[in-house]
């Protein structure tokens, strides 16, 4: 069946990198873009950008340039998400989402299972 | 802060109905798809509806979307216990160039 599985949670501290990666699996990898998504504890989702699984050209929304990366490595078929010079309130879940449609259609769907991101000294 | 508003919480009693509204502008709902998504806690979110009305293989009738101008709505009939979540909507945004999602509403059954 499609899903995305997510690495694990991760506990970081201020000022240091981190990268959750994104493994696809039950359909061709590079046909479907891969969205990213945050959620902080307790608020709501907030759509970072996106990757063409085709082209590996990224789009990062405002507020999520700069530290943030987005990769691919189709050879496994996986999306990477790499957050630098960590921030207390980079705390968060990051979730991968596979967009079903044309990109912007907004069916996400699967998602990952989420990534717990925790930055604490 | 979100451009989608959405109630914080609505409730009723199981087998009734609930709606959840979704209001924007016209650079994201009044010229977008809308779609809505369902989160338990602890869980990731969930495709529930897409482009306004429609619903994904597996996802049961008692689900319905709508959308008319600049607000969406999302209703569940026959509630559940199990309906208890987090549902977000979410559309396009032209002006902003951004998939934005709305401020999420908390469903209780009495």
């Known amino acids: 069946q499609v899903q995305l599985v997510q690495s694990g949670s991760e506990l970081k501290r201020p000022g240091a990198s981190v990268k959750v990666s994104c493994k696809a699996s039950g359909y061709i990898f590079n046909s479907y873009p891969m969205n990213w998504v945050r959620q902080a504890p307790g608020q709501g989702l907030e759509w970072m950008g996106w990757i063409s699984t085709n082209t590996g050209n990224p789009t990062y929304a405002q507020g999520f340039t700069g530290r943030f990366v987005f990769s691919l490595d189709t050879s496994v078929s996986t999306a990477y998400l790499q957050i630098s010079s960590l921030k207390a309130e980079d705390t968060a879940f990051y979730y991968c989402a596979r967009e079903r449609g044309i990109q912007g259609m907004g069916r996400f769907d699967p998602w990952g299972q989420g990534t717990l991101v925790t930055v604490s000294s | 802060q979100s451009v989608l508003t959405q109630p914080p919480s609505v409730s009723a009693a199981p087998g009734q109905k609930v709606t959840i509204s979704c209001s924007g502008s016209?650079?994201?709902?009044?010229?977008?798809?809308v779609s809505w998504y369902q989160q338990f806690p602890g869980t990731a979110p969930k495709f529930l509806i897409y482009?306004?009305?429609k619903r994904p293989s597996g996802i049961p009738d008692r689900f319905s979307g709508s959308k008319s101008g600049t607000s969406a709505t999302l209703g569940i009939t026959g509630l559940q216990t199990g309906d208890e979540a987090d549902y977000y909507c979410g559309t396009w945004d032209s002006s902003l160039s951004a998939y934005v999602f709305g401020t999420g509403t908390k469903v209780t059954v009495l």
């Open positions: 482009d306004n009305n």
């Open positions: 016209s650079s994201n709902i009044g010229n977008n798809y």
